[in-house]
């Protein structure tokens, strides 16, 4: 079977999985779904096949393929190109662990769902999965809309398929209308240039973006950037995501948080350097700076805000904007060094490297960290952290991985964020570098953005986890919960073995950048610049003395020395080893005892106090004197800045427009066919007269 | 870029550094103790403390979960793994790729993350103040080092200590450049920060009142806690051994004879007893801060970065 | 060889001015601006001794008189005298102030980069330096309620001026410099009387003045 049959046997598989999630759900709804994740299972193995035949095959290949025509006045087709092939790998790569993980999930946590459900849940899974793959792998304009547009459904039926409250509805509803206005501006941009090129794929776009004028061309840039910010869920087009991403089953929270942000970035780095470029020279000076700018406020302010979240699922869907952020100063960086003169391109790579690396990262273990979530919140079924504790002695491997999760997330040697921040780093090192005056100013002020909200992350994995698994169980649904079972466990284990060996040899990772890289760029490759002394060693030749690091040996040093450190623990005797309670100054211990999230994390409210503008209102109870208290109420509220100051304004107008435009509705038919007509009449002024 | 120092020496260089450790948080404790009109405890007391605790058995609570045990473990690993990429002898980049500045600064954040988790491990409000304290003043330290790597990265184009030690050159003061000093402000105003002493962190205390560091030790006993103990003071002498590497790279580049060595030896000995002799006075100078003035302190710090580096690119 | 030492001055310079923007309390804003007239008095002696100009030896010798000791000195005295209140009282918070500051050390570098053909080979960074102090020293007069610290203020941004007339022209002419010295005693002086008579007959501090407006 060679590569070229391969996305006709993804689309079977994902198609098949479609088809008998509703043909079985008749006879069994479980194994309706058994069924349809293993065809998920299926579709998402062949699309890593198809995407290393292309990464590791003959360089500069694409592999094209038409596909049966729809249409009389457009040709379909899919061009994998490396581009398109990595992105097809990191979302098989997640794909595999949310299909094994699926069945045994849906059936813990809602076990009385009904077959139309779980019918509904396999369908659009599988659809969700195939319209993602499509979108990367599309080669003309309405193949990639169709199924961008397919993924926006399918996701948002999985979004509203677990309604408990009418909550989860609302979400799904703010996710629909967001994404259909970046949908909209994606609209505009590909429609504009299909009109100049008289054809949709994109070869022909590429062709008719060749000589636009430059203003012409910013423009539709940043109607694409829109486009795409909105579902990367970039600052401040993001206030769908902490709502939406909870919202879904926590393995479709996975992928949608680890995969389909993803997409979104796809789709900015194909217009920016590919259809929209210009034939030669850099890239317009707004473009790039822009992308690092919104890049480094995103990752600042989704990072601040994960803070001070305390359900689990809220504060890991603020991070993957926090991490959206950290690929978009790579991506930034890349745009702005891109064809300069002087440079020989192997700037730009390095910070294209660091952010497709960073990006398979993200999708590693933000996909860990869901999934983790998940069978925690399958087993407790609750999801405010406040509420669980002491789950590490009850459910050690998740914790373990969540562990190993949180370590990846915080950028901490030896795991694979360390990896991506570093090539960050150094792509940003090199940049500053290269230029004078406030633009270098500017490049280390994002450097040191990016440090600190490495810190941050750090801080709030360390609440998150500590205050989840470690400690007393707050409540009994903590108390009374179990391991999860094991399939799923077994999805958490490939995304966590995946982590470390990324973090432990990410070399080889970046022999598979060489074609996104080298193809999109035209330049080095990756693995010319990142691992140019073997696959073991980072190193980042770019100027005489270089830098380098080898993640392999800093992973053997450690395991060395904690083998020794090992034997130092162990003491002199070991054998006087006793257990007792914790000392709390003599009282007998109680969960009350525990630090709360609200309070681990009350530090870094009142020092970005100015940042949160954080709501709290306390109420004392007196009997009889103000001197005898019986009861003080606390509650404090941080709420997104984005949705007061900009969402709930514009929300607030359109209302009011709305309001007024209905005092005009006469409800007689005549008076509606007299707005038709207007219509009409101005339309065809507007059109008709132009050309006589 | 290959450099000259094999891995034989960096070894060397990294178990000369965990043996000088806690001497170094004796001469500290000795020199304030003086300042203090009083003996104190003779200079190798910190390691009396050590052997004491190794010969100690382990109390543990009763709330700690399987990872207890191998916390302290794995701080003392990765502390003395940082330990490994400071270049203590010799200036000039090791012959393996172990001597970048920032594997060193995710080395010593990964230790500190294990021991806040360590801290909330065993339940009760101790831990839990320390390890949010702790993490409340970590994130704001990092983009100051951050900047300050930067500023003395950007001549010398690479993040490589050892690289960027022989850049510097073994010239004197003259021949500084103006932003090494705001680079030196800065990091100086860093050190009681990184290294939890006063005006940030009070070490001689374990009350809840003043305490960020030593809450988060509290719950460990034994052997365990001469190892988290060992490990602070391995992060000590490894922070004045970065600044000595960024600011003061003083010695031999291509030393390889014996003699050389001992003169590296005994350069960076001086060097470290420099700083330290400045941690000990500033900590008998100045009063701790309020946790919340701290965010401040750093402030101010970080503008002293941001000029340094201004001065450098503008 | 002296424009490396003006260099290494005008990093330390700013970082006394950082020290004054930061200050928390009064006493740490009057040490840092004594030694920042020391440092500018060493300054002016370096480049008299470089150019040879008479001028700038007197300069040097009456700013590390009057501007170094003789000022502080008087500063130091009212807050002993009066029990002024020892904090420094910000309008808006110090983190904010210390942004505007770093801005300014931005824009002043620029500003200076743009100027190209007036900076001098002999002194190098001096006239960036200079225009930071001047506007920070204005910065802090601004951004401060009481009347001491907006001497300071004062002190500092005259410094600057001094700082960027060595930069451009090697040393203004010599009674020009009398003249702004002789202007900061003068102010120096009236500020001193205002806040002691202000204190010993309303028993109010400057910043209370605005109850008198109508």
Known sequence: MDVDSGPSLMAACYGAGALSSLLLARWSGRFALAVGHLAALAGAVAGVGVSLGVLLGVPGRTLTQPLPVFFPFARLSLSVDGLSAYFLFVISLVAIAAAIYGPAYLRAHSPDAGSARQAAQGFALNVFLGCMAF?????????????????????????????RDGENARAGLLYMVMAHGGTALLLVAFLALAERSGAFDFAALRMAAGDLDPATRTTLFFLALGGFAVKAGVVPLHVWLPRAHPAAPSHVSALMSGVMLKVAIYGILRFAFDLLAPVAGPLPFSWGWTVLFVGTTSAVLGVLYALQQHDLKRLLAFHSVENIGIILIGVGLAMILWRQEGADGALATLALTAALLHTVNHAAFKGLLFLGAGSVLCRTHVRDMEKLGGLARRMPWTAGLFLLGAIAISALPPLNGFVSE???????????????????????????????????????????????FLGRPRTSHAEHATEAPPSMIAGMMWLGALCVALGVAPGYAVRLLDAPTAGLLQGPG????????????????LTPTGTAISMTMVAGLLIALAAIAWVLRRGLQPDKWRVVPTWTCGMKPTARFDYTATAFAKPLRLVFAALYHPRREVTRETAGTPYVVQRIHYAGEIVDLAETQIYHRVTREISAFSQAIRARSTGRIYGYIGFVLGALFVALLLFGVRHP | MIGERPLGLVLLEMILLVLLGPLVTGIIQKIKARLQCRQGAGVVQPYRDLTKLLRKGTVQADTASAFFRFIPVLVLAATVAAGALVPVIRAGPPAVPLGDALLLLGLLALARFLTAIGALDAGGAFGGMGASREMTIAPLVEPVLMMVVFSTAIAAGTTELGALAAHHGTSSIVAWRAADFLGLAAMLLLLPAETGRIPVDNPDTHLELTMLHEGMLLEHSGPGLGCMVLASHMRQIVTLGLVAALFFPAGPADAAGAADLLLGAGVFAAKILVLATYLALVESSYAKLRLFRVPQYLGVGFVCALTALALRIL | ???????????????????????????????????????????????????????????AGVTLVVKATLLPWVLHWVVKRMNVRREVEPVIPVAATLALAVVIVVVSFQLSASLGPVRQAITGNALPVGITLTLTGVLVMATRKTALTQMVGLFASENGIFFTAMAVTRGMPLIIEIGVILDVILAALVMTIMVLRVRSTVDADIADLDRLKG
């Open chain 1, 135 to 163: 979108v990367c792998c599309a080669g003309d304009a309405l193949t990639f809309l169709f199924c961008w547009e397919g993924m926006t459904l399918a996701s948002y039926v999985l979004v509203v398929s677990d309604d």
């Open chain 1, 422 to 468: 570093w090539l960050t780093f150094q792509a940003l090192l090199g940049g500053a570098s290269r230029f004078h005056g406030p633009a270098g100013l500017v490049v280390v002020f994002s450097a040191a953005m990016l440090a600190l909200t490495g810190g941050l992350a750090a801080a709030c994995f360390a609440k998150a986890f500590g205050v989840t």
């Open chain 1, 526 to 541: 990756a693995s010319a610049v990142v691992t140019a002394r073997g696959p073991l060693v980072l190193s980042t030749a």
């Open chain 3, 1 to 59: 060889m002296v424009h490396t030492i003006i260099d290494d001055l005008g990093a330390l310079l700013l970082f006394t001015m950082i020290l004054i923007v930061a200050a928390g309390q009064i006493y740490r804003a009057i040490y840092a601006v004594a030694a920042q007239s020391l440092l500018i008095a060493i300054a002016g002696g370096v480049l008299a001794r470089a150019t040879g100009n008479v001028d700038l030896w007197v300069i």
